[in-house]
């Protein structure tokens, strides 16, 4: 069956409401602005829907107020002088005329120099940045695997990179894969380490129990600094659609 969707007004809140073949109620906030949506089951009515999310309102105004709270790039117009990030430093982008394949080189002086033919829109200019970053992050993969696999005593058998809105790794330790935000390229390298020994120790325990954090200060005993260091940094602006995003957080009602 087709999922039924409306929405409903609960304490001056407009709540975007899905009825889905699903057994529990899910009821997550979206960024950037905070939108509530809620996930429940055929049968439940608008009644039911409103007495749960009233009861997390404090919640759901919690997570609203960090998401205007966070601090944010402006959009990037990819012209001379404008700031960029790689592995925590800041950069001055330089752009140079050039005929053929795109390039992004490094230059002394903190310069990010990006080679492109003249006319190219801004767009392409930042897709080639994008690409640059993946490719930048894909190359610190392998040696931070080959280090952590043994001392951990488990494998991703799959990794990628990805565009992330809200989160700066996933893993699913049914299939064994984990999943790094593009982000972390502009993020310093021992925060990228942190983030992968984090999604690594899915694979030994699911949730953030007090064995998984256990695990974690036994292997990174000072993780909750490359945490603050991690979150401290500004986030990249996003263009993000009605329908687009990612639970900052959800939970069932």
């Known amino acids: 069956m087709e999922a039924l969707s409306h929405h409903i007004t609960v304490g001056g809140l407009k709540v975007a409401v899905t009825r889905k073949a699903i057994k529990n109620l899910h009821l997550g906030v ?18 039911a829907v409103r007495l749960a999310i009233v009861e997390k309102l404090g919640w759901i105004r919690r997570q609203q107020a960090k998401f205007a709270a966070q601090p944010r790039q402006s959009a990037r117009a990819m012209v001379d002088r404008e700031s ?3 592995m925590g430093k800041r950069y001055l982008l330089h752009v ?4 053929g394949t795109a390039e992004i080189v490094l230059r002394p002086g903190s310069v990010m120099e990006l080679q492109i033919r003249p ?5 392409y200019r930042a897709r080639v940045l994008q690409h ?8 610190m993969m392998p040696p931070l695997l080959d280090k952590w696999h043994p001392r951990l005593g488990v494998e991703a058998t799959d990794w990628s990179i990805r565009k992330m809105k809200t989160r700066w790794g996933t893993c ?12 972390l390229a502009k993020k310093p390298p021992q925060c990228v380490e942190y983030i992968v ?12 129990s007090d064995r998984f954090m256990s695990l974690l200060t036994d292997h ?4 909750q600094l490359l945490r603050q260091e991690l979150n401290a940094t500004l986030l990249p602006y996003e263009d993000w659609g009605e329908d687009s995003g990612v639970f900052k957080r959800s939970t069932v009602v």
Not at 96 to 99: C, L, M, N, T
Not at 172 to 183: A, D
Request: hydrophobic share 35%; no cysteine.
């Open 119 to 123: 006319d190219a829109s801004k767009e």
């Open 96 to 99: 140079v005329p050039k005929k």
């Open 30 to 47: 979206y960024p950037p602005e905070g939108r509530v949506r809620v996930a429940a089951p055929l049968a439940v009515s608008d009644e």
């Open 220 to 223: 990174l005993p000072h993780w």
């Open 172 to 183: 699913s330790p049914e299939t064994g894969r984990i999943r790094l935000n593009i982000e």
């Open 132 to 139: 640059w970053y993946r490719e930048q992050l894909k190359g």
């Open 197 to 208: 020994v984090h999604e690594l120790l899915h694979l030994i325990e699911r949730k953030h």
């Open 84 to 86: 960029h990030y790689f």
